[in-house]
């Protein structure tokens, strides 16, 4: 599966848009590219994922440049609860032989402040 | 709202003694994770299961033990609890063709 590089932190103002850039330079076709975050002491949270499309749900959008090497998750208008550590994940589709486990990295620490 | 549940929240227990940490999930799921994860650290995978009878070690060596009698029950045991278990127990489950786990609020265990 292919290694995502990451930024260890990141600040963000309360109202203003958050983007979260993730490296994926080894990327395969078949991968996808998952997002998850964690609040402090919680269990981690299912935010979105793509193929190669721009995605957007309810709470972020994902973008994937043209060569799938990067992406960015962009949460629109942060809140002091999005702060939270924001891990990018490959892994490719569950048909083609992988066992569906998630590796999580070391993530972007993002913090929203006032 | 996902429905995946672990008790107890927090634990503190002497070295040698046995602990069961209970994870259950209401919403079907053939497949489940135990992940521990010590603060401010990366989360490991130590155990997963693909369904009943089904069991196998994670990406992380552990000394702990798990179970999968039933659909909706993945415990996982530790026989002698020592210092160097004290971490966050992560349970976590998914269905069948979908890549999104859902995760119980964890369990914070101490030994001491």
Redesign the interface.
């Known amino acids: 599966d292919a290694k995502t590089t990451q930024p260890p932190s990141m600040d963000c103002a309360e109202g203003r848009a958050a983007n979260l850039p993730c490296n994926h330079s080894t990327i395969s076709g078949n991968e ?1 590219v ?1 997002w ?1 975050r ?1 609040i402090h ?6 935010i979105i ?1 793509g193929l190669k499309n721009n995605e957007t749900n309810e709470m972020a959008s994902l973008i994937i440049t043209e060569d799938r090497k990067s992406s960015t998750l962009i949460l629109p208008h942060a809140t002091l609860r999005d702060t939270a550590v924001y891990y990018c994940i490959v ?1 490719v589709s ?1 048909g083609g032989g992988s ?8 993530g972007t620490k993002l913090s929203v402040k006032p | 709202e996902a429905d995946i549940y672990q008790t107890p929240r927090y634990l503190v227990i002497g070295t040698g003694k046995k602990i069961t940490l209970e994870c259950s999930q209401t919403m079907g799921h053939d ?1 489940m ?1 135990w ?1 521990q994860q010590d603060p401010g650290m ?2 490991h ?1 130590i155990h ?1 299961s693909y369904g009943v009878n089904s069991t196998e070690k ?2 992380l060596s552990s000394e702990s033990t798990v179970s999968r009698i039933r659909t909706e029950h993945f415990p996982l045991t530790l026989e002698s609890a020592r210092p160097s278990h004290t971490s ?1 127990y ?3 489950s ?1 269905d069948v ?10 369990t ?1 265990l101490t030994v001491t």
């Open positions: 996808y998952y998850y964690q002491s919680q269990g981690p949270q299912y994922h892994r569950l066992q569906g486990n998630l590796i999580f990295g070391k | 497949k994770y992940y990366e989360l995978l997963y994670g990406d966050q992560l349970c976590a998914r063709g979908s890549y999104e786990q859902y995760f119980g609020p964890g914070r």
